[in-house]
């Protein structure tokens, strides 16, 4: 059974009135929620908020869900839409840190050392993301860190393939002056 015959009869379970189907859907693409909420936000605690949102919005929402796109494409667009609306809510961004239980973990000097150089690296380009405008960030994430094509962008979006190729091109021109601010 492929992944849209499963989703659909997921959907379908739900709406019948099985609760265990929504749980399904959720631990199926929890991660994938955090990891895009993550990436737009840039941090923990806000993505763990998106995902909380999303995941409320699915459960009052998926029983008018009309499989007009895929269920990951309809989550997507879901999660996408409240990470905007939630960094233009909240501004400025917190960044990643190393928490007490992270340090504790670490067993060498030089394990410490890539550590650093890792979350160094990390927050370079958390920062440089989060100072891309909204637009340019969104279609950033979506082919790099998630791996869609322009075609589930737009289906996602809303946009023309051709805005967010312009988008795209953007979003990595201005991340590689920014890399380079920060190397200075």
Do not use: C
């Amino acid at each position: 059974m492929n992944e849209a015959n499963t989703d659909f009869d997921l959907v379908k379970s739900f709406i019948s009135g099985d609760e265990s189907s929504f749980n399904k859907i959720a631990l199926k693409y929890q991660k994938k929620i955090y990891w895009h909420a993550r990436k737009m936000t840039g941090n923990h605690p806000d993505a763990e908020e998106i995902v909380q949102e999303v995941l409320l919005v699915m459960y009052n929402k998926l029983n008018i869900f009309q499989f007009k796109s895929s269920l990951y494409t309809w989550i997507y667009r879901i999660t996408a839409t409240r990470s905007i609306n939630f960094l233009k809510k909240r501004g400025l961004k917190k960044f990643f840190s190393i928490s007490d239980n992270e340090a504790k973990d670490l067993k060498s000097p030089y394990d410490i050392i890539a550590d650093v150089e890792i979350k160094e690296k990390y927050l370079k380009m958390e920062k440089s993301l989060q100072k891309l405008p909204l637009k340019q960030r969104e279609v950033f994430i979506l082919r790099n860190f998630d791996d869609l094509s322009y075609e589930e962008i737009a289906e996602i979006t809303g946009k023309s393939i051709g805005g967010l190729k312009a988008n795209y091109f953007h979003a990595i021109k201005k991340l590689i002056e920014l890399v380079k601010e920060n190397e200075k």
